[in-house]
C-alpha cells in the first residue's frame, strides 16, 4: 500500500471515529481494567522499590552490617571497622518482659551502645535522647518500650518492668524506631536497652540465641565493596559470619512483596487477557454491523490493505484511549495501596510517577488490543461485494489471512516476553502461561462437546425446551463465546476463593488443633529436668516434646560455597542467615522418611544429617550428598544420611536439619520444647512456667497465629480485590458475547409471537438456554479453578487443600445466575419488538 493508501486510511478511521464509539464501550473498559491491574502492581512495586531504596541505610542500621549469633564479633574485626568507619554494636533476642502484677508478654529486645543510631533518629514519648533514656539511675537501667507492651502488661512510663534476672524503669514509648525493619509479622513487640542494660539480665548465658550486629557507618570516600574486601583479605576463613550491606536491607519484606506483587501480576494478566478476548468479541460485533459499509467498500474499489489499515488504525487509537484510562487508574490505584501499606504495615515508600510500569502497562495494552484485533479485522477485510447484492450469499465465511494469524501470534509472543521481563518469578509465569492454554483448550474441547452432545439428544417434546437446546448447536450459536468469556473469569475466581478457604482452613482449624499450646525457648542444658517437672505436674498437660538447638549458618552444599549455590526460591531461606541445628538418637516422633534411612541408635561414627525432602530438592542434595554449617566459628560436615517429609503446618518440633548423636555435644546448645495442653489450663502451665524458670520464654501460639490470621487477612483483601476485577472483565465480555447474538434474537422472537408464542413462551426458552450454556460453563470452570488451586495451595502456601464442594457450587451458581441475568437483560427489548419492522423488508 503506498503513501496514498495510508492517507486515505487514515481518512477513513478518522470520520469512523467522528461517528463516536457506539459499540466499543466494552472494548475500551476490556483494556482499561486489564491495564490497570497490571499497571496498578508494576506501579506498587516501584513505589515500594523507590521507598526501600530511599530508606536503604536507615533500614539496615548502617552502610555496612557484620552480623553473627551467639557471639559477637571478634575484636580484631571491631577494630578493622572502627577503621573504615563509625561502628556501633547491638545484641537482639528474644525474651519475657514481667509486670509487677504477674502479666507478661514476649518481647524482642534490642540493645545499642552509646553511638547508636548511626542513621535515622529515634523518636520517644516524652522526647528524650536514646542515651539518657536508657541511662542507669538509681540502680535502675532505662528502658523503652513499644506502646502495645505497655498496653500487654498495663504500665505507663515510670513504672518498673523485669527482664530475666534485670529491673527497669521505663522512661519513655518507642515510637519510631529508624532500624527496625519493614516486616509483615514480629513475634513481639520491641524493647529497647542500652549493653549494660541487657548485660544486667543474666540472659547472656551460652546456648542463649542471641544475634549480634556490628553496624558500620562508612567515612566519605570507603564504599561497602572496599570493607567487604578488607574483612575477607584480613579474616579469609571466616565463615561464622554474614556480611550486609544497605542494598540487601530489608531482605525479607522484599520478598514478601515480590510474592504478593507476582500473585496480584498473575490475576492482572487474568484480567488482560478477559479484555483481550472482551476486545476481540467488540470488534467482531463492530465489523459485523459494518459489514454493508465494507461490502460497499470493497464494491467502489477498496483492497482489502486499505480496509485492514483504516480500521486498524481506529483500533490502535481507542486502545491507546482505553490503555490511557487504565494507567490513571493504575496510578491512582498503586499510590492508594502504597500509603495503606505504609500506614497500616511500616512498609516504606514513594508514590509517584513512574516511566517503566506506565511504558509497560501502554505496551501491554497496545499489544492486547493488536493480538485479539488484527485476526478479526482481517476476516471482516475479507468481506465479499455479493453481500450487497438481494439473492446472493457470501462465498463462505471470511477467515483471517496467513500474515494477520502470524501478527496476532507475535504480539501474543511479546506479551509474553514482557511479563517474563517484569516478572519476580518466570517460571511461575511459564507456568500460569501454560495454564492458561490447558484451560482454553480444555474450554474449547468442552463446547465443541457441548454442541455435539446437545444435537446427539433426543428433542425433547416441549418446543420451547426443544428450541432452547437446538439454539445451542445451531450455527452461530453463542456457546464457545460465552464459555471462553464466563469459564476464564471463573476459573479465575473458583481458584482464589479455595485457595483462600484453605489457608483460613488452615489457620483456623487444622493447626489449631494439631499445634502444641506453648513454644518454650532458651531452656538451659542444666535446666531441663526442673522444666519438664514443672509442666508435666500440671493438670491438663497431655504431653511435652523437647529438642537441642543452637544456631548455625549454612556454608557449603556439596562443597560449594552457599554463595554460589542457585537454590529453588522456596529452599532459599536455608542459605539466609542463620538456622536451627538440633541432634537426635531416634527419630523425633511423627518421621516420616522420604529416602534413606536413620542412623543407629547410639550412633558414634562421622557426622550425619536427616534433611526436609523439599528444602533438600532444592539445594541439590541427595542421598550421599554434604552439608557444611559453622557453628561458633567451628566447621561440620556432615553427609546426608536420609531425607523427611516435614509436615510445617503442624507447628511441631521440626527443623530442617537433624545431625546424628555427638555432633552438636561440645557446643553450648540450649532446649527448645513444645507443651501440649488443654485450653482451660493453658493460662496456669504459664503462670507455672513463668515462674519456676522467668529466664525462659514462653510463646503463646493462639497469639501467633492471630497475628499470622491478621497479616493473611490483609494479603487476602488485595486478592479479592484483583479478582474482582478480572471477574469483572469476564463479566463485560460475557455481555458483550451475548450482546453478538441480539440482532437474531429478536428476529427469532418476532416470528415466534407471530406464529402464536407468547412472551413467556419465548421467556422460559430463553431461560432454559442460557442456563444451559452458564451451567455447563459453570462446572468447566470449577474443575479447573479446583486444580489450580490445589497446585497454588501445595506448591507455594505448602500447606493442606480440601475441595470445599459447597464454595465451588456457590461459584458456579454464581456464574449460571451471571449468564441469565445478562442473556436476559440483553433481549428486553426483542420481547417487546413489534413484528412489522422486522418482517416488512421480508
Request: positive net charge.
Given at each position: 500500500?503506498?503513501?496514498?493508501?495510508?492517507?486515505?486510511?487514515?481518512?477513513?478511521?478518522?470520520?469512523?471515529?467522528?461517528?463516536?464509539?457506539?459499540?466499543?464501550?466494552?472494548?475500551?473498559?476490556?483494556?482499561?481494567?486489564?491495564?490497570?491491574?497490571?499497571?496498578?502492581?508494576?506501579?506498587?512495586?516501584?513505589?515500594?522499590?523507590?521507598?526501600?531504596?530511599?530508606?536503604?541505610?536507615?533500614?539496615?542500621?548502617?552502610?555496612?552490617?557484620?552480623?553473627?549469633?551467639?557471639?559477637p564479633p571478634r575484636a580484631e574485626a571491631l577494630d578493622l571497622l572502627a577503621g573504615l568507619g563509625?561502628?556501633?554494636?547491638?545484641?537482639?533476642?528474644?525474651?519475657?518482659?514481667?509486670?509487677?502484677?504477674?502479666?507478661?508478654?514476649?518481647?524482642?529486645?534490642?540493645?545499642?551502645?552509646?553511638?547508636?543510631?548511626?542513621?535515622?533518629?529515634?523518636?520517644?514519648?516524652?522526647?528524650?535522647?536514646?542515651?539518657?533514656?536508657?541511662?542507669?539511675?538509681?540502680?535502675?537501667?532505662?528502658?523503652?518500650?513499644?506502646?502495645?507492651?505497655?498496653?500487654?502488661?498495663?504500665?505507663?512510663?515510670?513504672?518498673?518492668?523485669?527482664?530475666?534476672?534485670?529491673?527497669?524503669?521505663?522512661?519513655?514509648?518507642?515510637?519510631?524506631?529508624?532500624?527496625?525493619?519493614?516486616?509483615?509479622?514480629?513475634l513481639g513487640p520491641r524493647l529497647l536497652l542500652s549493653?549494660?542494660?541487657?548485660?544486667?539480665?543474666?540472659?547472656?548465658?551460652?546456648?542463649?540465641?542471641?544475634?549480634?550486629?556490628?553496624?558500620?557507618?562508612?567515612?566519605?570516600?570507603?564504599?561497602?565493596?572496599?570493607?567487604?574486601?578488607?574483612?575477607?583479605?584480613?579474616?579469609?576463613?571466616?565463615?561464622?559470619?554474614?556480611?550486609?550491606?544497605?542494598?540487601?536491607?530489608?531482605?525479607?519484606?522484599?520478598?514478601?512483596?515480590?510474592?504478593?506483587?507476582?500473585?496480584?501480576?498473575?490475576?492482572?494478566?487474568?484480567?488482560?487477557?478477559?479484555?483481550?478476548?472482551?476486545?476481540?468479541?467488540?470488534?467482531?460485533?463492530?465489523?459485523?454491523?459494518?459489514?454493508?459499509?465494507?461490502?460497499?467498500?470493497?464494491?467502489?474499489?477498496?483492497?482489502?490493505?486499505?480496509?485492514?489499515?483504516?480500521?486498524?488504525?481506529?483500533?490502535?487509537?481507542?486502545?491507546?484511549?482505553?490503555?490511557?484510562?487504565?494507567?490513571?487508574?493504575?496510578?491512582?490505584?498503586?499510590?492508594?495501596?502504597?500509603?495503606?501499606?505504609?500506614?497500616?504495615?511500616?512498609?516504606?515508600?514513594?508514590?509517584?510517577?513512574?516511566?517503566?510500569?506506565?511504558?509497560?502497562?501502554?505496551?501491554?495494552?497496545?499489544?492486547?488490543?493488536?493480538?485479539?484485533?488484527?485476526?478479526?479485522?482481517?476476516?471482516?477485510?475479507?468481506?465479499?461485494?455479493?453481500?450487497?447484492?438481494?439473492?446472493?450469499?457470501?462465498?463462505?465465511?471470511?477467515?483471517?489471512?496467513?500474515?494477520?494469524?502470524?501478527?496476532?501470534?507475535?504480539?501474543?509472543?511479546?506479551?509474553?516476553?514482557?511479563?517474563?521481563?517484569?516478572?519476580?518469578?518466570?517460571?511461575?509465569?511459564?507456568?500460569?502461561?501454560?495454564?492458561?492454554?490447558?484451560?482454553?483448550?480444555?474450554?474449547?474441547?468442552?463446547?465443541?462437546?457441548?454442541?455435539?452432545?446437545?444435537?446427539?439428544?433426543?428433542?425433547?417434546?416441549?418446543?420451547?425446551?426443544?428450541?432452547?437446546?437446538?439454539?445451542?448447536?445451531?450455527?452461530?450459536?453463542?456457546?464457545?463465546?460465552?464459555?471462553?468469556?464466563?469459564?476464564?473469569?471463573?476459573?479465575?475466581?473458583?481458584?482464589?476463593?479455595?485457595?483462600?478457604?484453605?489457608?483460613?482452613?488452615?489457620?483456623?482449624?487444622?493447626?489449631?488443633?494439631?499445634?502444641?499450646?506453648?513454644?518454650?525457648?532458651?531452656?538451659?542444658?542444666?535446666?531441663?529436668?526442673?522444666?519438664?517437672?514443672?509442666?508435666?505436674?500440671?493438670?491438663?498437660?497431655?504431653?511435652?516434646?523437647?529438642?537441642?538447638?543452637?544456631?548455625?549458618?549454612?556454608?557449603?552444599?556439596?562443597?560449594?560455597?552457599?554463595?554460589?549455590?542457585?537454590?529453588?526460591?522456596?529452599?532459599?531461606?536455608?542459605?539466609?542467615?542463620?538456622?536451627?541445628?538440633?541432634?537426635?538418637?531416634?527419630?523425633?516422633?511423627?518421621?516420616?522418611?522420604?529416602?534413606?534411612?536413620?542412623?543407629?541408635?547410639?550412633?558414634?561414627?562421622?557426622?550425619?544429617?536427616?534433611?526436609?525432602?523439599?528444602?533438600?530438592?532444592?539445594?541439590?542434595?541427595?542421598?550421599?550428598?554434604?552439608?557444611?554449617?559453622?557453628?561458633?566459628?567451628?566447621?561440620?560436615?556432615?553427609?546426608?544420611?536420609?531425607?523427611?517429609?516435614?509436615?510445617?503446618?503442624?507447628?511441631?518440633?521440626?527443623?530442617?536439619?537433624?545431625?546424628?548423636?555427638?555432633?552438636?555435644?561440645?557446643?553450648?546448645?540450649?532446649?527448645?520444647?513444645?507443651?501440649?495442653?488443654?485450653?482451660?489450663?493453658?493460662?496456669?502451665?504459664?503462670?507455672?512456667?513463668?515462674?519456676?524458670?522467668?529466664?525462659?520464654?514462653?510463646?503463646?501460639?493462639?497469639?501467633?497465629?492471630?497475628?499470622?490470621?491478621?497479616?493473611?487477612?490483609?494479603?487476602?483483601?488485595?486478592?479479592?480485590?484483583?479478582?474482582?476485577?478480572?471477574?469483572?472483565?469476564?463479566?463485560?465480555?460475557?455481555?458483550?458475547?451475548?450482546?453478538?447474538?441480539?440482532?437474531?434474537?429478536?428476529?427469532?422472537?418476532?416470528?415466534?409471537?407471530?406464529?402464536?408464542?407468547?412472551?413467556?413462551?419465548?421467556?422460559?426458552?430463553?431461560?432454559?438456554?442460557?442456563?444451559?450454556?452458564?451451567?455447563?460453563?459453570?462446572?468447566?470452570?470449577?474443575?479447573?479453578?479446583?486444580?489450580?488451586?490445589?497446585?497454588?495451595?501445595?506448591?507455594?502456601?505448602?500447606?493442606?487443600?480440601?475441595?470445599?464442594?459447597?464454595?465451588?457450587?456457590?461459584?458456579?451458581?454464581?456464574?449460571?445466575?451471571?449468564?441469565?441475568?445478562?442473556?436476559?437483560?440483553?433481549?428486553?427489548?426483542?420481547?417487546?419488538?413489534?413484528?412489522?419492522?422486522?418482517?416488512?423488508?421480508?
Amino acid at each position: 500500500m503506498n503513501a496514498a493508501g495510508v492517507l486515505l486510511a487514515i481518512r477513513l478511521a478518522r470520520r469512523e471515529l467522528r461517528g463516536g464509539l457506539r459499540g466499543f464501550g466494552v472494548f475500551l473498559a476490556c483494556l482499561a481494567l486489564g491495564v490497570g491491574a497490571v499497571s496498578c502492581v508494576g506501579t506498587l512495586n516501584a513505589s515500594l522499590e523507590a521507598g526501600l531504596r530511599r530508606d536503604a541505610r536507615t533500614l539496615l542500621g548502617g552502610d555496612l552490617e557484620v552480623r553473627q549469633s551467639h557471639l559477637p564479633p571478634r575484636a580484631e574485626a571491631l577494630d578493622l571497622l572502627a577503621g573504615l568507619g563509625r561502628v556501633s554494636l547491638q545484641a537482639r533476642m528474644r525474651g519475657m518482659a514481667h509486670a509487677g502484677d504477674g502479666r507478661s508478654a514476649v518481647i524482642e529486645v534490642k540493645a545499642v551502645d552509646a553511638a547508636y543510631p548511626l542513621y535515622g533518629q529515634v523518636v520517644l514519648e516524652p522526647d528524650l535522647p536514646p542515651a539518657e533514656a536508657l541511662a542507669e539511675r538509681d540502680g535502675l537501667f532505662g528502658a523503652v518500650a513499644e506502646p502495645r507492651l505497655l498496653e500487654r502488661l498495663g504500665l505507663r512510663p515510670g513504672q518498673e518492668l523485669r527482664l530475666g534476672h534485670g529491673r527497669f524503669r521505663v522512661t519513655a514509648m518507642l515510637r519510631t524506631e529508624p532500624d527496625r525493619g519493614a516486616t509483615l509479622f514480629n513475634l513481639g513487640p520491641r524493647l529497647l536497652l542500652s549493653r549494660a542494660g541487657l548485660e544486667s539480665t543474666g540472659l547472656l548465658q551460652p546456648g542463649s540465641v542471641v544475634s549480634y550486629s556490628a553496624m558500620v557507618r562508612l567515612h566519605p570516600g570507603v564504599t561497602s565493596e572496599q570493607a567487604r574486601t578488607a574483612l575477607a583479605r584480613e579474616f579469609p576463613n571466616e565463615t561464622g559470619w554474614r556480611v550486609l550491606d544497605y542494598g540487601q536491607a530489608a531482605g525479607g519484606i522484599r520478598r514478601s512483596l515480590d510474592n504478593i506483587s507476582l500473585y496480584l501480576t498473575l490475576v492482572g494478566l487474568a484480567s488482560l487477557l478477559l479484555g483481550g478476548i472482551g476486545a476481540a468479541g467488540a470488534v467482531r460485533g463492530f465489523l459485523a454491523s459494518r459489514a454493508d459499509a465494507l461490502a460497499a467498500m470493497k464494491a467502489v474499489g477498496a483492497e482489502r490493505g486499505q480496509i485492514l489499515a483504516a480500521y486498524l488504525t481506529q483500533i490502535l487509537v481507542l486502545a491507546a484511549v482505553g490503555s490511557a484510562l487504565g494507567l490513571l487508574a493504575g496510578v491512582l490505584g498503586a499510590n492508594a495501596a502504597a500509603a495503606l501499606l505504609s500506614q497500616v504495615l511500616g512498609v516504606p515508600s514513594a508514590p509517584g510517577l513512574y516511566p517503566g510500569p506506565l511504558l509497560s502497562g501502554l505496551a501491554y495494552g497496545l499489544l492486547t488490543a493488536l493480538a485479539f484485533s488484527v485476526w478479526p479485522l482481517s476476516a471482516a477485510a475479507a468481506v465479499s461485494p455479493v453481500r450487497l447484492f438481494r439473492g446472493y450469499a457470501d462465498p463462505g465465511t471470511p477467515r483471517p489471512s496467513a500474515c494477520a494469524l502470524t501478527v496476532s501470534g507475535l504480539c501474543a509472543l511479546a506479551l509474553l516476553t514482557l511479563t517474563l521481563v517484569n516478572a519476580p518469578a518466570p517460571g511461575v509465569v511459564l507456568s500460569f502461561a501454560a495454564g492458561v492454554v490447558l484451560s482454553s483448550l480444555a474450554l474449547f474441547l468442552l463446547a465443541r462437546g457441548a454442541k455435539a452432545l446437545a444435537k446427539s439428544l433426543p428433542s425433547p417434546r416441549d418446543p420451547r425446551l426443544r428450541l432452547a437446546l437446538g439454539n445451542i448447536h445451531r450455527p452461530g450459536s453463542g456457546l464457545t463465546a460465552v464459555v471462553f468469556s464466563l469459564g476464564l473469569g471463573l476459573a479465575v475466581l473458583c481458584t482464589v476463593v479455595l485457595a483462600d478457604l484453605n489457608l483460613r482452613d488452615t489457620l483456623d482449624r487444622r493447626m489449631p488443633a494439631s499445634a502444641p499450646a506453648y513454644f518454650f525457648l532458651d531452656i538451659p542444658k542444666d535446666g531441663l529436668k526442673l522444666f519438664q517437672n514443672t509442666v508435666l505436674a500440671m493438670p491438663g498437660v497431655t504431653r511435652e516434646e523437647h529438642a537441642p538447638t543452637i544456631r548455625g549458618r549454612v556454608v557449603r552444599v556439596n562443597g560449594v560455597p552457599s554463595e554460589k549455590v542457585r537454590p529453588d526460591p522456596d529452599a532459599a531461606w536455608i542459605l539466609r542467615g542463620d538456622r536451627g541445628l538440633t541432634m537426635a538418637d531416634r527419630p523425633p516422633e511423627g518421621t516420616s522418611l522420604a529416602a534413606g534411612e536413620w542412623w543407629p541408635e547410639h550412633y558414634q561414627g562421622p557426622p550425619l544429617v536427616s534433611f526436609g525432602e523439599q528444602e533438600a530438592k532444592g539445594l541439590g542434595l541427595q542421598i550421599g550428598g554434604t552439608i557444611t554449617v559453622n557453628v561458633l566459628g567451628r566447621e561440620i560436615t556432615a553427609q546426608v544420611a536420609s531425607l523427611r517429609r516435614i509436615e510445617w503446618t503442624s507447628l511441631a518440633l521440626n527443623h530442617a536439619m537433624v545431625f546424628s548423636p555427638g555432633v552438636l555435644d561440645a557446643a553450648p546448645y540450649s532446649y527448645l520444647a513444645t507443651v501440649y495442653c488443654a485450653p482451660r489450663t493453658e493460662e496456669e502451665v504459664f503462670l507455672a512456667v513463668s515462674k519456676a524458670m522467668p529466664d525462659v520464654t514462653a510463646v503463646y501460639v493462639r497469639d501467633v497465629l492471630d497475628d499470622v490470621r491478621r497479616t493473611a487477612g490483609r494479603i487476602a483483601l488485595a486478592a479479592r480485590t484483583a479478582t474482582a476485577v478480572a471477574l469483572l472483565a469476564g463479566l463485560l465480555v460475557l455481555s458483550q458475547a451475548l450482546r453478538a447474538n441480539l440482532q437474531a434474537r429478536r428476529r427469532e422472537a418476532v416470528v415466534f409471537k407471530v406464529l402464536g408464542a407468547t412472551r413467556g413462551d419465548v421467556l422460559l426458552s430463553l431461560t432454559a438456554e442460557f442456563c444451559l450454556l452458564g451451567l455447563s460453563t459453570a462446572l468447566a470452570a470449577s474443575v479447573i479453578g479446583a486444580l489450580a488451586s490445589r497446585a497454588f495451595t501445595t506448591r507455594l502456601l505448602l500447606g493442606g487443600w480440601s475441595l470445599h464442594p459447597w464454595a465451588l457450587a456457590v461459584c458456579a451458581l454464581a456464574g449460571t445466575a451471571a449468564t441469565l441475568a445478562l442473556g436476559l437483560l440483553g433481549v428486553r427489548r426483542a420481547l417487546g419488538q413489534k413484528a412489522w419492522p422486522v418482517l416488512r423488508n421480508e
